[in-house]
Nanobody, 122 residues
Framework: QLQLVESGGGLVQPGESLTLSCVGS????????IGWFRQTPRKQRERVSC????????LYDDSVKGRFTISRDAAKNTVYLQMNSLKPEDTGVYYC???????????????WGQGIQVTVAP
């Protein structure tokens, strides 16, 4: 059974950090790029970051550059999103998603996790 399971969300204060994890199972993990997306109250779901399975190259939305870091542990079928200097506007539901074809193509992902809440508030 194909699954993407996120963990690590929660409530933090502005300036603090969180690390999200996404564990995949039931599919050829190495054939998919993995992206982190978020759904906020004010915006449509947007891609925050992505990491290729081909060469480990990464992409970041401008809003998180310099604050978020995506990484991948192939042995554990896990992708992490280290989020530092969190801001209230980072609040939302974060999803990991698998994009078929190794690279971070700007296409609709093939598989989605269930999402996890991140709340940044004083």
């Amino acid at each position: 059974q194909l699954q993407l399971v996120e963990s690590g969300g929660g409530l933090v204060q502005p300036g603090e950090s969180l690390t999200l994890s996404c564990v995949g199972s039931g599919f050829n993990w190495g054939y998919y790029a993995i992206g982190w997306f978020r759904q906020t109250p004010r915006k449509q779901r947007e891609r925050v970051s992505c990491i290729s399975s081909q060469d480990g190259s990464t992409l970041y939305d401008d809003s998180v550059k310099g604050r978020f870091t995506i990484s991948r542990d192939a042995a554990k079928n896990t992708v992490y999103l280290q989020m530092n200097s969190l801001k209230p506007e980072d609040t939302g539901v974060y999803y990991c998603a698998a994009i078929e074809g190794y690279v971070c193509a700007n296409t609709e992902p093939d598989y989605w996790g269930q999402g996890i809440q991140v709340t940044v508030a004083p």
